[in-house]
């Protein structure tokens, strides 16, 4: 029997392994890396090495969402990893917002201004995103989970983000056309899938999966 290949998956920030739960890939052991509380002044660098202490194969891929994809790129420079999944995410500084230095400005650290801007995502979401009422409330119990000082840790690191390079490995990258948290206008070297939010690994999970599947198909011979 072909051995299954490996695919540790990291959410988005403020997001677990639930995010993950409705994927199903053929051929594929999904493994989980949700987040550790990130240091005081902690580089996103040193936040990725700490975090693949917790990865406990040698040969393995990494699929990461948003903050998580990030996370993944950053790993990959430190870690041999066989490929990179990225999942509605940015490859290097030049594809992140505008608005992010803005809202990086914001007093994040302050826990009021924290709970402010937990409750006010979770209050827009419907706007921004396409999830059932089952989709919705995963996200809040997720969000309602993290602590403030990892939501302001990660606003800031996103804002911040200085990889000017392209990922360290073979990656593939799905992002969706209706992505308004980094919108696909930004994004190079990238498939798309059509209407797909920011959380399509969540809500479009079938369809994410059957990409996925298919390009471990297609790139079989090369791990």
Not at 16 to 45: A, C, M, Q
Not at 83 to 100: A, C, D, Y
Not at 174 to 200: R, S
Request: proline share 4%; hydrophobic share 40%; with cysteine.
């Amino acid at each position: 029997m072909k051995k299954k290949e490996i695919i540790y998956c990291i959410p988005g920030l403020g997001l677990d392994y639930r995010l993950f739960g409705k994927l199903s890939i053929e051929g594929v052991e999904l493994k989980f890396l949700d987040y550790i509380e990130p240091l005081k002044n902690e580089s996103i660098t040193s936040y990725a090495k700490r975090l693949a202490e917790e990865i406990t194969d040698e040969e393995f891929s990494l699929l990461g969402m948003s903050l998580g994809g990030m996370l993944a790129i950053e790993i990959a420079e430190t870690r041999k990893v066989n490929r990179l999944f990225l999942i509605s995410t940015v490859k290097n500084k030049s594809e992140i917002p505008l608005f992010f230095k803005y809202i990086d400005k914001l007093p994040t650290s302050n826990k009021t201004a924290s709970k402010l801007a937990i409750d006010a995502t979770v209050a827009f979401k419907p706007y921004y995103d396409k999830s059932d009422d089952a989709g919705n409330k995963l996200f809040d119990a997720m969000i309602h989970s993290a602590s403030t000082a990892l939501l302001a840790w990660g606003v800031r690191e996103i804002a911040n983000w200085n990889f000017e390079k392209q990922p360290n490995c073979s990656f593939y990258h799905l992002h969706g056309t209706a992505d308004m948290i980094f919108p696909v206008k930004n994004i190079d070297q990238a498939e798309t899938l059509k209407g797909a939010t920011h959380y399509m690994v969540y809500n479009d999970a079938v369809e994410v999966s059957k990409r996925i599947e298919a390009r471990i198909k297609l790139l079989a011979p090369s791990i």
